[in-house]
């Protein structure tokens, strides 16, 4: 790095911190801190939602999975599309009834107040796991770039992220990453401009990806182990992206976030049409990069960008390459925090102390994004690596529990369902999820990682629905002892109407 890419660097961070003073002077409330006041314009909500789940995973993975393979990945975000439209139409309607303080306010409307917890506490387990990994993997960039260790690039990024969420709420995070999105995508411009000049032009380098089958986006292999197929993206994808951005609440607090209800569905359906354009366009890097040489072939796929951009960008391009990498990441893991904060505040802190102070939870709220940032951060030590690109690793996290949530919110739908059902649901489907992601048994070893979200809603779903099954059977009185029986006071009344 030379000392215009230490400026330009400089200039961004010093923008972004900017943003953050200017919206915390405007916190008033929690509804400030965690909604925005339900004020935000549904096309910045959108474009926040495409660079919240782009993070570093996706500008740093999906060009090495391109680079040492093929655009198959691109089946999966066709399935996410189909997914958010399915969620635009069935899901969200639900969360514009009422007030919605988090995205686990329904389930308790539904089933009860210990339905929402155990949701909301899959949510904060698993999003907490998941962005450790995010965060770890946005160190390796900043680690490559300074020299610095793997521990300190951690620490770096937590804090400058944390620096200005902690003050500016969800409205900073959401203009944030509007910057954060231009910064990325010029970095990925930039480089498909200098791999193309390494390679010989642009269809030179293209022609030579087609003869060795390279730029081949659709298989049509019907295998459960082969992870990227048309069958697997579709189906995979579209489940995956409804649980992500249906039942999560790092999404679902963004679409709360804006003034309507149609406003929330222009916002879920737009990001997935650009996320199929953007994961295009990370993909030809990678294609790019692999006609330029940069590839060595050896070591992990995940640094072949990053190590492309200090080595092969002009002076402040490479600066602001580098910058956007890392605001894909911070995007991501500013999201997170304001979203760990908002559930543990209004799922927990409040129902359980009592205290529903707007002014009071804001105050709990920024001690908790402090808190969060604390776990993420001893997540990020923690991990060790793995031989997978970090954006399978991520995935393959999260959807341990998304086919348990998307579960649930479907099974909400029957009115035979009871509370005891769908905790008996949501336990039981994490539980096989964790030995099958993690432990990866006998034949579920090879299962291919886009099936992880169909199989746990899958076997959410049959605890569900057998619970209620069972549960009505043995619950089913005799008729004529119902027929005879008379309530004679109004307090027999209340008991018996407490009991439905």
Known sequence: MRPLDWIVMAAYGAAILGIGVHFARRQ???????????????????????????????????????????????????????GRIGVALWLLPGYFTGRQETAYTRLEARF????????????LSIRALGDSVRVFATAIPLAIVTHWGLATSVLVVVCVTLAYTWGGGLKAVVWVDLLQLCVYLFGAVATLWAAAGLAGGFGHALAR?????????????LSLTEPYTLLGGLIGGAMLSAASHGTDHLMVQRLLATRSLTDARR???GSGVVVIAQFAVFLLVGTLLWAAGADPGTGTGDAIYPLFMVNALPPGVAGLAVAGLLAAAMSTVSSSLNSLASASTHDFYAPLTGRHQPEHLLRIGRWLTLGWAAVLTGGALAFGGNSQPVVVVALSIASITYGGLLGTYIMSASPRVRQRDVIRAILAGTAVMIVVVLIKPGPLARLAWPWYVPLGTVITLAVGYGSSVIGSRLSVSPPAVTENRKPKTDDSRSQGSGTQ
């Open 209 to 221: 990806a087609g003869a060795l089958h390279k730029l081949r986006v659709v298989s049509f292999h």
């Open 267 to 269: 916002a879920i359906v």
């Open 28 to 82: 008033r409330d929690a509804a400030d801190y965690f909604l925005g006041k339900q004020d935000l314009p549904w096309w910045a909500v959108m474009l926040s939602i495409v660079a919240t789940e782009t993070s570093a995973l996706t500008v740093i993975s999906v060009p090495g999975i391109a680079a040492r393979g093929d655009l198959t990945f691109l089946q999966l975000p066709f399935g996410y599309l189909l």
């Open 112 to 123: 009860g107040a210990p339905t929402r917890r155990l949701a909301s506490g899959v949510f």
